[in-house]
């Protein structure tokens, strides 16, 4: 039976009234729906995005003509929310430091970072040269501490903060071409629980998801081919309720891992075989016994299964569910 944390009314809405988020990448896809759905629930958003085509993959594209921020801006305040736009980039301490000043500026406070924004260079591991490792690194790492260390020192103020970090499924399962982007992602990972740790005598709470959804048309997810279905199915709004909780005073937990997506959501877990136990251990015996070693019977929990994920994600899909 699935245990329960809180007692919680259904009519009983979390709400972000008096909360100030900043969202990093909120010009569009992921980042865009997590800075609408907090401002639905009140919070005064900074929507932060640099302004880069959505095709430039090899930093190479023209960006749009106007930044997408400013776009989602008026989005939010179309619906009677608060917000303001930031086009600093997270890949430098000062843009970070500037991102954070943008929220302190337009609303003298800083409760909510999601960091979110990161590129993406595809290349076989020989081949990641500097250019196209570098970027990866200080967008999908560094830029947790160039963003979220000037937001720390708020909160820590304040007592009281929400980090969610944002990791993916590679940093789990490894995906041929994607050594610098899951390599980063993973680290993401280890950083949260570092930062829940320091930030626990603080009243800030750190965690981070590995998101599932489709931004992008024409390609497919896992066995499925692409289709209007399935962009439906795996649609980013998703996502909204994990990333709601997380930054939210009533967060549960802190220095966790989820995977979410589809309406799907579940605890990520590193986890330890029984092993093998021998004080007189050779590098002989070592090979003879290492099926003691691997042997995942008996096991409480086993660790991260992105194929197990992938399948209830996708389960029903196809059938009228």
Not at 47 to 57: E, P, Y
Not at 156 to 163: F, S, V
Not at 297 to 317: Q, R
Request: some cysteine; proline content about 5%; glycine content about 14%.
């Amino acid at each position: 039976m699935a245990r329960r944390t809180a007692e919680v009314h259904m009519d009983d809405t979390l709400r972000f009234d008096n909360r100030v988020a900043v969202v990093t990448g909120a010009g569009r896809n992921l980042g865009r729906v997590y800075a609408l759905a907090l401002a639905e629930r009140g919070a005064r958003v900074v929507v932060n995005d640099l302004g880069v085509a959505i095709s430039d993959t090899d930093g190479s594209g023209d960006g749009p003509s106007e930044n997408p921020a400013l776009a989602v801006v008026r989005e939010i305040q179309a619906l009677g929310g608060e917000a303001v736009a930031s086009t600093d980039s997270v890949a430098t301490a000062d843009g970070g430091a500037a991102i954070i000043d943008t929220a302190l500026d337009a609303f003298g406070r800083v409760d909510i970072v999601v960091n979110n924004a990161g590129v993406v260079r595809t290349a076989p591991f020989p081949d990641l040269g500097t250019d196209l490792l570098q970027p990866v690194l200080d967008t999908q790492i560094a830029s947790v501490f160039h963003v979220t260390g000037p937001a720390w020192r708020r909160m820590a103020e304040q007592g009281y903060g929400r980090i969610v970090n944002v990791s993916s499924g590679s940093a789990f399962s490894g995906v041929p071409g994607l050594s610098a982007y899951g390599g980063a992602k993973a680290g993401v990972i280890g950083l949260t629980r570092q930062m829940a740790a320091e930030g626990a005598a603080c009243g800030i709470k750190v965690n981070v998801i590995a998101p599932y959804a489709k931004t992008r048309p024409g390609t497919g997810f896992g066995p499925i081919p692409p289709s209007d279905e399935l962009n439906a199915w795996m649609r980013p709004e998703y996502l909204t309720p994990l990333v709601n909780l997380l930054a939210h005073d009533a967060c549960p937990v802190t220095g966790e891992c989820f995977a979410a997506g589809a309406g799907y959501v579940s605890r990520v877990v590193w986890s330890t075989t029984e092993g093998l136990v021998d004080r007189n251990m050779t590098t002989e015996s070592l090979l003879r016994d290492w099926t003691h070693v691997m042997d995942t019977d008996g096991m409480a929990v086993v660790g991260y299964n992105g194929g197990g994920t992938t399948h209830k994600m996708l389960a029903g899909f196809g059938d009228g569910s």
